[in-house]
């Protein structure tokens, strides 16, 4: 499942040179953009084609505590894209 890490691509534990992610924007007639904004766009990242699409099957699914009939409404695109160098770790001061 999606963590707080898999927002930042260099925290992708991965052993090839690309990374599989997942686009999430809003519907151009969503009142959401009032509060986020047109611009709005987030992305989470996996280490492998399959992890990302098991995951975006979850999410697309009617989930268990969901109403009857809720679906997200978010529009969901599948990207990938080179690597990014791993987060520089500073020595504790």
Do not use: C
Not at 26 to 42: E, H, K, W
Not at 59 to 74: A, F, K, M, V
């Amino acid at each position: 499942m999606p963590t707080s890490e898999n927002t930042d691509p260099g925290r992708i534990r991965s052993g090839g040179e690309r990374i599989y992610g997942i686009r999430m924007t809003l519907p151009s007639d969503d009142t959401f953009r009032l509060v986020l904004g047109d611009d709005f766009a987030t992305f989470r990242w996996y280490a492998t084609a399959e992890e990302r699409d098991a995951a975006l099957a979850d999410i697309r699914r009617e989930h268990q505590y969901s109403r009857t009939g809720d679906t997200p409404t978010l529009i969901y695109q599948k990207v990938e894209r080179d690597k990014p160098p791993a987060p520089i770790k500073r020595p504790a001061a």
